[in-house]
Nanobody
Framework: HVQLVESGGGSVQAGGSLRLSCVASTNTYTTHCVGWFRQAPGKEREGVAGIHPGTGNTYVTESVQDRFTISQDYAKTTVYLQMNNLKDEDTAMYYC??????????????????WGQGTQVTVS
């Protein structure tokens, strides 16, 4: 069973920054792709960024490429999503997800098997 715990969401003014954290179970960290997804009310869940901790390969959706960065702290089994210059349209519930094969199909959320509870990001 894979456990993922997100934190770092909150309310921020447009143009501000937030850093989301996803702490992953130690026994899964290096063998699973970890992705960040978001879902706004009335919209489909979409992939934002992904990373494979074992290889270090990263994937960032083009629409946020110039503002969002994904990184990891191997020792803390934590994946971060740094979000800068936030815009109203970034308002959503942000989820962390993991799957052994997820990076091959990123940004599709359907390829990710394990999910955290989510953390809300509100930009106004």
């Amino acid at each position: 069973h894979v456990q993922l715990v997100e934190s770092g969401g909150g309310s921020v003014q447009a143009g501000g920054s937030l850093r989301l954290s996803c702490v992953a179970s130690t026994n899964t960290y290096t063998t699973h792709c970890v992705g960040w997804f978001r879902q706004a009310p009335g919209k489909e869940r979409e992939g934002v960024a992904g990373i494979h901790p074992g290889t270090g390969n990263t994937y960032v959706t083009e629409s946020v490429q110039d503002r969002f960065t994904i990184s990891q702290d191997y020792a803390k089994t934590t994946v971060y999503l740094q979000m800068n210059n936030l815009k109203d349209e970034d308002t959503a519930m942000y989820y962390c997800a993991a799957d052994p094969e997820g990076c091959e199909y990123f940004p599709s959320p359907r390829s990710f098997r394990y999910w955290g509870q989510g953390t809300q990001v509100t930009v106004s």
